[in-house]
């Protein structure tokens, strides 16, 4: 409508001024035609009223028509050429129309195609809604063209598409050859085109480029033409795609003709490819055959594929390449595109093969790999590395990408130019995971974006047992994949060229867009979902297809020997040739007796560890920090460090605040937390904190980022201003998504030990929607993988009256999983606290000071190896007056508390004390103050711990031996079933040999984590006080 405006306007200089009475009947007329958005200062020459077909649809048309008027009047028909004079000369309405007159020889087009349209003599009405139909017929093959694409290799796919828009409707006309797939195509009509028009000559729009060198065309060659390039075996989906220069593009790149060609040394390449990846299963089943490996057969192709997209990158640049993938042809990706050494791989189908490394290990389809080679296409080195992951399909998803930030972070590529991802899907998975979507909508967002990744989906059209009717509400199961506008290239599988092809023009688009791109391999699966499964119980008659099918790489090779390209001999020497290096292998890996994961690592931190991949020592540092620094931070965690810069009122009066703590020499949690961020980063350690609303903190205590209250998105960020050699300091409020964003930070923290990368949840509870990332990766990724990470999960927790929810971190759930012995009592060496931190999982604490937080965090670096750490943290402690540390506890010397003892007159007198409170967090206080309203100060002890896994065994130890007199209470505001009693309690008993109880002060067991009513809540909690300190309350109990 706004182009059919511009046109006509543009067309007012050349004409006479009309009067203000036309224009107001032309603006009548056209909003009767239902065009409402015009300009009232534009006049027109002609009216639209007067010539319909200047209107609706017709307008893109039109344009066309009149700028190649403007060019050369013979660019354009000769109708259009008298009509354009015609209104140009200020022809009254209705009459800038004429009738052409014969052709003469002057037109672009053929004088046997204008003998044609000569012969026609149409009208010219019929002529213009001829081109428009032509013009819509283009559009619809770019839009549905690959609806009857041949991408099925079984041809068994019944993709249901009714419900796609309706084109106008369809003409009752003898279309014999064309009429089936343009119906399929435009849902119905052919626009009222006849089989007459199949010879006449139609000037192409320039939004397609079928014409090559022509601008005009036959309908007949118009309509082979996009069917070559829009309905064979690629179908490009793409027209949904808002940027109208990205569609350009892919248009250019599919419908140029001629230009999906392959040079005879391409098409070699490629048939060695499909060679390695097919005979590379044929060996394994030969020689394994009753093993799973979850063979590639039936989609052979992606190793080319993935080859293809590897190449093009290198020559574009692309340094390193961040791969993930499910199980479905692992080991062939392993083999043939990492170029992992074969022994290495035919090693592990022996049972006999021993592990080397501590830790469970896993299974050899899940192991990650890290390579870098030489990529003979662009001649440059290359590093690949592919993400090791668990059984969860797709979890790794945002792993790699959070990894392949880190990298292009670190090596400065700001525009994703020499590190990329490569993700692998199976079709069911893709449709089937939400966190697919959930990383989807991190690629374009400026602290998580990976500048483009390239996706390709195995779509065998099967997921285990299930069909894709039954898998999937989506035609595709790619359609997730255009909440990003991402072009997805639908193609056969079984046509290798055309794999290729989309594989190039996949690299290429990641190369000019920096955006998401899909490539689907359709494709089957030849054998059941494993090995040993059998396909024929669930899916008998596409089994019975499959049987059928000849394998691509017979297809391929015939093919290419029918165009003398190979001959047989060439083939089966290639063949054979691959074959032997197979055979060498498996003969060598008879000599692997042990299997080191160490050597399966996809993320090496060599500099880190010594050679053999040891810890470079076994203490840590103090991690307190000078008086100056203290007070420099301070500053300028109290300061705005830009001229002009407008915070809130509000604002100032927190900083004023933290000014003022300085002064006197106190921490709060926020300037704690700022104390630590900011001496790592003078450091030289890169801070990372993410999660949703983190910059300004969930309960506006953080403000690590400024506002300006004058000019529109203008920040400051004083963390950043702390020194001049300081390492950067990245603070980003996430997507509202708990799994993709935890596991974009676990792969951030995967890529280098020098950074500081936490993921802050809202409120603690939220952390379950990403409980596969902490079940699979965090807390068992180094036992599977031997693989380190040091990344902070910061859990928001505490009882404050707020309702089941918002409530409970569930600290019992990461205190579960923990995999220190709650009955050995460990041997206590003098690096005890620190060979127990190298050998736990992961490490969870409950600090209830702001300087234990700082040394917490400080720890998580200065210590010599990586470990997970899980921190539970305070709501209302943030502004509690009490939770406030000195600058004495942070200074040289000082370290993190495991525990903190009593300090007050229990502990003076010891032997006075009749209880002991074991407790953590935040509890401490409310159990001080009902302690001191009780006048206990001297008959209960308090002591806190604050590292609950792995377990302090030799401070409570020394705690309980302090109190000989005491019996021991466990107390904690959460619910019995709930928060740490049980992992307390049998390691409390185990350190006393069981010798005292351990009593239990605390809410009752409980369904919800806690009550949605706040005088419940307070009742509970005065009923949990008064149980801890009844020192009757466990008189006469066993
Ligand atoms: C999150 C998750 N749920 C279930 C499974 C069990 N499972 C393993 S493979 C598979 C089918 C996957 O189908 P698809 O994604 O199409 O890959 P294909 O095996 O066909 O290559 C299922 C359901 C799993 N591994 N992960
Ligand atoms: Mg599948």
Redesign the pocket.
């Known amino acids: 409508m706004h182009r059919l405006r511009t046109t006509v306007s543009r067309l007012r200089p050349l004409t006479n001024v009309r009067t203000a009475q036309s224009w107001s009947q032309h603006r009548l007329m056209v909003t009767k035609g239902g065009l409402r958005t015009l300009q009232p200062t534009r006049r027109l020459n002609t009216s639209v009223a007067s010539e319909p077909f200047l209107n609706g649809t017709s307008s893109n048309y039109v344009e066309e028509m009149y700028y190649a008027w403007l060019e050369n009047p013979k660019n354009v028909h000769k109708s259009w050429d008298i009509f354009f004079r015609n209104a140009n000369a200020g022809a009254p309405p209705g009459s800038a129309y004429q009738s052409p007159p014969l052709f003469g020889g002057t037109s672009q087009v053929g004088s046997a195609d204008v003998r044609a349209l000569v012969g026609a003599q149409p009208n010219v009405q019929k002529l213009v809604e001829d081109h428009l139909a032509v013009q819509s017929l283009i559009r619809a093959y770019q839009v549905r063209g690959h609806h009857i694409a041949k991408l099925d290799p079984l041809d068994i796919s019944c993709v249901d598409f009714d419900d796609a828009p309706c084109a106008v409707g369809f003409q009752n006309v003898e279309f014999s050859h064309y009429k089936d797939r343009l119906c399929d195509l435009t849902a119905g009509g052919v626009y009222g085109l006849v089989e007459s028009d199949l010879d006449k000559v139609f000037r192409l729009p320039t939004t397609t480029f079928i014409g090559g060198d022509e601008s005009a065309l036959p309908l007949r060659e118009i309509i082979r033409r996009l069917e070559t390039a829009y309905c064979q075996h690629i179908g490009v989906e793409f027209m949904f795609i808002n940027d109208m220069e990205q569609c350009q593009w892919i248009r250019q790149k599919f419908e140029t003709p001629g230009i999906m060609q392959f040079s005879l040394e391409e098409k070699k390449t490629l048939l060695a490819r499909m060679i390695r990846s097919t005979r590379f299963e044929e060996f394994l089943q030969r020689k394994w055959s009753s093993e799973k490996r979850?063979g590639l057969e039936g989609c052979e192709s992606l190793i080319p594929a993935l080859k293809m997209i590897i190449d093009k990158s290198s020559l574009n640049g692309v340094e390193s390449v961040i791969m993930g993938m499910?199980?479905?042809g692992r080991l062939n990706v392993l083999a043939n595109v990492i170029r992992k050494e074969l022994e290495q791989i035919f090693c592990q189908f022996d049972s006999k093969l021993e592990a080397a490394d501590e830790g469970s290990g896993d299974v050899k389809y899940h192991l990650g790999m890290y390579h870098k080679r030489m990529n003979r296409v662009s001649d440059r080195q290359i590093t690949l590395s592919l993400v090791a992951n668990p059984?969860?399909?797709?979890?790794v998803d945002p792993v790699v990408q959070g990894k392949t930030k880190a990298e292009q972070f670190y090596c400065g590529d700001t525009e994703g130019k020499r590190v990329m991802s490569i993700l692998l899907?199976?079709?069911?998975?893709?449709a089937?995971?939400g966190i697919v979507y959930e990383t989807f909508h991190l690629s374009d967002l400026p602290s998580y974006t990976t500048h483009g990744t390239v996706h390709v989906v195995?779509n065998?059209q099967?997921?285990?047992t299930?069909d894709p009717r039954m898998a999937r509400s989506s035609p595709y199961p790619t359609d997730v994949a255009r909440v990003v506008n991402a072009p997805i290239f639908h193609v056969n599988a079984d046509d290798p060229e055309a794999v290729m092809y989309v594989c190039k023009v996949a690299a290429e688009w990641r190369n000019t867009f920096h955006k998401d791109v899909v490539v689907d391999l359709v494709c089957y699966?030849r054998n059941g979902?494993n090995e040993m499964d059998e396909p024929m119980f669930t899916q008998p008659l596409m089994y019975k297809q499959i049987k059928k099918q000849k394998g691509v790489l017979k297809k391929y090779a015939e093919k290419l020997i029918a165009e003398g390209v190979v001959t047989t001999q060439d083939y089966e020497e290639e063949v054979a040739m691959y074959d032997k290096i197979c055979e060498d292998a498996y003969t060598r890996s008879k000599d692997e007796k042990i299997l080191h994961i160490k050597h399966w690592l996809d993320s090496p931190w060599p500099e880190f560890f010594t050679l053999d991949g040891q810890p470079k020592t076994m203490s840590c540092p103090s991690t307190g920090i000078s008086e100056d620094e203290l007070n420099h931070i301070g500053n300028i965690a109290a300061s705005v460090p830009l001229d002009d810069f407008t915070i809130h009122g509000g604002l100032s009066r927190i900083l004023k605040g933290r000014a003022n703590m300085v002064n006197q020499r106190v921490c709060d949690w926020a300037l704690g937390e700022y104390m630590a961020f900011g001496s790592l980063l003078k450091e030289g350690i890169h801070v990372r904190l993410s999660g949703q609303d983190v910059e300004r903190g969930t309960f506006s205590h953080r403000h690590h980022v400024l506002h300006d209250q004058n000019v529109d998105k203008r920040i400051c960020i004083p963390m950043n201003y702390i020194s001049p050699d300081q390492a950067p300091y990245t603070v980003c409020n996430s997507s509202l998504s708990e799994y993709g964003v935890l596991g974009f930070e676990l792969g951030f923290a995967m890529a280098s030990p020098n950074a500081l990368v936490l993921w802050e949840a809202q409120f603690g509870d939220f952390h379950n929607t990403a409980q596969c990332i902490i079940d699979q990766f965090i807390s068992s990724g180094q036992a599977k993988w031997v693989r380190q990470n040091g990344i902070v999960l910061l859990l928001p927790h505490g009882m404050e009256g707020m309702g089941p929810e918002h409530s409970s971190a569930r600290p019992e759930r990461f205190l579960q999983m923990c995999n220190d012995d709650p009955d050995v009592f460990p041997k206590l060496t003098e690096d005890f606290a620190m060979r127990q931190l190298y050998e736990c999982n992961w490490i969870v604490v409950n600090c209830s000071t702001p300087a234990n937080y700082f040394h917490v965090l400080r720890r998580q670096i200065l210590q010599p190896f990586r470990k997970p750490l899980i921190v539970f943290t305070p709501k209302s402690l943030l502004r509690h007056p009490e939770a406030k540390s000195s600058f004495d506890e942070m200074l040289p010397g000082s370290h993190f508390k495991r525990v903190i003892p009593d300090d007050g007159p229990a502990a003076s007198s010891p032997e006075k004390v009749k209880r002991v409170i074991f407790c953590t967090g935040k509890i401490y206080y409310e159990l001080t103050r009902e302690r001191k309203n009780r006048g206990m100060d001297d008959t209960v002890a308090v002591v806190r711990v604050e590292q609950l896994s792995p377990f302090p065994f030799d401070l409570v130890k020394s705690e309980c031996d302090l109190y000989p007199n005491a019996d021991l209470v466990w107390c904690q505001e959460e619910h019995k079933n709930q928060g740490y009693y049980d992992y307390v309690k049998p390691r409390i008993r185990t350190t006393i040999s069981c010798s005292r109880p351990v009593w239990y002060a605390g809410r009752d067991p409980a369904a919800a984590p806690a009550t949605g009513n706040k005088k419940a809540h307070l009742s509970e909690l005065q009923r949990l006080l008064d149980t801890a300190f009844d020192l009757e309350a466990f008189s006469g109990k066993v």
Do not use: K, M, W
């Not at 899907?425 to 893709?430: E, M, P």
């Open positions: 979850f499910p199980h479905r059984s969860h399909l797709e979890a899907h199976g079709d069911a998975a893709f089937g995971q195995v065998n099967i997921g285990f299930t699966r979902h």
